[in-house]
């Protein structure tokens, strides 16, 4: 199974990304998926998540700027990112809670740099 991630890239403040992850491999069934993201020196963080009931989470930084979608034919999951901000700089991770087999795991992609700077 291998989560990858795409979009990312440099935009001016107030601009807009959409970032993809498309999930592959022997997948039976995604439960929790989304993203999280990591700036320069600082941990990573959730950014908006689908969870185990399809509920959205969404960290308080990005409420009303971010935007989480997901397409279960495709196994994928979506981040439209609108009103960026410096801030908002960092490389953002693709997560998912995955059954492979008879196997649960948990799997991160490689991450995608975000960059807002003008």
């Known amino acids: 199974v291998q989560l990858q991630a795409f979009g990312g890239g440099l935009v001016q403040p107030g601009g807009s990304l959409r970032l993809s992850c498309a999930a592959s491999g022997s997948i039976s069934t995604i439960t929790v998926m989304g993203w999280y993201r990591q700036a320069p020196g600082k941990q990573r963080e959730l950014v908006a998540t689908?969870?185990?009931?399809?509920?959205?989470n969404y960290a308080d930084s990005v409420k009303g700027r971010f935007t989480i979608s997901r397409d279960n034919a495709k196994n994928t999951v979506y981040l439209q990112m609108n009103s960026l901000k410096p801030e908002d700089t960092a490389v953002y991770y693709c997560n998912g809670f995955i059954l492979s087999g008879r196997t649960w795991s948990q799997y991160w992609g490689l991450g995608t740099l975000v960059t807002v700077s003008s």
């Open positions: 689908f969870t185990d009931g399809n509920k959205i």
